[in-house]
């Protein structure tokens, strides 16, 4: 039985290059399972217990979901080389997963949209409850495209203030490659428009080249029935320990659902197991994958009461 993180992704996933990056800079060797890029994904929700969004993170029977909490994990198990050198590092990221993904995505569709799939464009109207609007995206394109150029500056200046080609001190880490999400996303979906948008940033080209070059770790392939038969033949890691001060006042064994507060936001629902002011760590059970535990981000996400 594995111990190896599972990485369920799709490889134009921009919010699962962050974690494939920390992969590279920890040096991991990881397993990679291919999940659709839309529902349905039958062997990805008994995983989640219906959480849709891509990526998560499986270790033997405790599953991540969001980057937020994927990433934290892989820091907390795998210190060397560090990545976070502290909160500031989170704040980055979640602006990068935000603002600066919100001002990415209409600039991408805004000009793909018109080739997009209609089965990808209703399965996306059905995650975020609006319209995948390609005509609106095409409109706020040039809007966002100055905006996207603020936000890269912001990076650039960056760069210019520890002189070092990186975010944070002197190595790369997870500043670095929470900004690059974007950087990727649009590079990808659009060759020439990240330099399109970025003249008189040379920083910025030289730590773009230098993020990619991070790489990815060691991948090795597994199916998605592996990872289900991983998480039955597994007992859940030692919970965290609760935070007696939760301001949601919950004790562990309290029934809960958690749910994102953006997009997808479809309710998983369990038993609390341990809150913490950073993540929150649900049990489930499923015959396809035994008895899990599911943790989630505080920071993006609602808890109530199930
Ligand atoms: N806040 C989430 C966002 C994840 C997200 O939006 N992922 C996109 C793909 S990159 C998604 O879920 N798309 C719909 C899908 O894959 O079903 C995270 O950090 O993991």
């Not at 409109?139 to 960056?158: C, F, N, V, Y």
Request: with cysteine.
């Amino acid at each position: 039985m594995t111990s190896e993180p599972i990485l369920h992704h799709f490889d134009a996933s921009p919010f699962s290059e962050k974690v494939r990056l920390l992969f590279g800079l920890k040096g991991l060797t990881w397993r990679s399972v291919d999940i659709p890029s839309m529902l349905p994904k039958p062997d990805y929700v008994p995983l989640t217990g219906g959480y849709r969004r891509t990526p998560s993170m499986q270790i033997g029977a405790d599953i991540y979901c969001d980057t937020q909490v994927i990433l934290a994990e892989i820091e907390a198990r795998w210190p060397e080389p560090r990545a976070v050198r502290g909160g500031l590092d989170w704040a980055v990221n979640l602006w990068a997963d935000r603002l600066f993904f919100g001002a990415t995505v209409p600039i991408i569709f805004g000009v793909l949209g018109d080739k997009v799939p209609e089965a990808f464009i209703k399965d996306r109207e059905a995650m975020s409850g609006r319209p995948f609007d390609t005509a609106a995206m095409k409109a706020a394109s040039k809007p966002l495209e100055q905006q996207w150029r603020g936000e890269a500056a912001w990076i650039e200046d960056q760069l210019a203030q520890t002189g070092t080609g990186w975010l944070q001190g002197d190595k790369p880490g997870l500043a670095d490659i929470a900004a690059y999400m974007n950087v990727w996303f649009l590079g990808n979906a659009l060759p020439g428009k990240v330099e399109t948008l970025t003249p008189g940033m040379p920083r910025l080209a030289d730590w773009r080249k230098a993020v990619a070059g991070i790489g990815h770790g060691k991948k090795v392939t597994m199916s998605s029935t592996e990872a289900l038969a991983v998480a039955r033949g597994s007992d859940p890691a030692p919970p965290l320990k609760h935070d007696a001060n939760d301001p949601l006042g919950l004790e562990p064994g309290a029934k809960v659902v958690v749910m994102a507060d953006d997009y997808g936001r479809d309710p998983v629902a369990g038993t609390l197991v341990a809150a913490t002011p950073r993540s929150i760590t649900i049990a489930r059970e499923d015959p396809a994958v035994g008895q899990v535990n599911v943790h989630f981000p505080r920071a993006g996400f609602f808890v109530v009461p199930g």
